[in-house]
């Protein structure tokens, strides 16, 4: 799976960016999606995760209730609307792809990790003023 990331920007805090993950190679509904940040000098940090079907998502609680995640199987696509953005949101944030064979109760155990993503995007930078 090719995943191309795209819509980061500059924003003020309090504002929104959406950004998209375009998806190529393998039939992408097989494919559970997530999307993960990472500041300078940090880890990748989990920021939100959707299955299969688009029946569950997930987020950590430093972004509960601001991002939310969808994806469109039709057009291979997955996104992230982020609202009410604040400064420690400032990352590159990438897309990933992960588990054909991953059963549910495997995914909702560990969709927070990166290793269980196989696939990963270029990134996009998204950073907020304060």
């Known amino acids: 799976v090719q995943l191309q990331a795209s819509g980061g920007g500059l924003v003020q805090a309090g504002g929104s960016l959406r950004l998209s993950c375009a998806a190529s190679g393998r039939t992408f509904s097989n494919y559970v999606m997530g999307w993960f940040r990472q500041a300078p000098g940090t880890e990748r940090e989990f920021v939100a995760a959707?299955?299969?079907?688009?029946?569950?998502?997930y987020y950590p609680d430093s972004v509960k209730g601001r991002f939310t995640i969808s994806r469109d199987n039709a057009k291979n696509t997955v996104s992230l609307r982020m609202n009410s953005l604040k400064p420690e949101d400032t990352a590159v944030y990438y897309c990933a792809a992960g588990g054909p064979s991953y059963t549910s109760s495997y995914y909702r155990t560990n969709y927070y990790k990166t290793p269980i993503y196989d696939y990963w995007g270029q990134g996009t930078q998204v950073t907020i003023s304060s």
């Open positions: 959707i299955s299969w079907s688009g029946s569950s998502t």
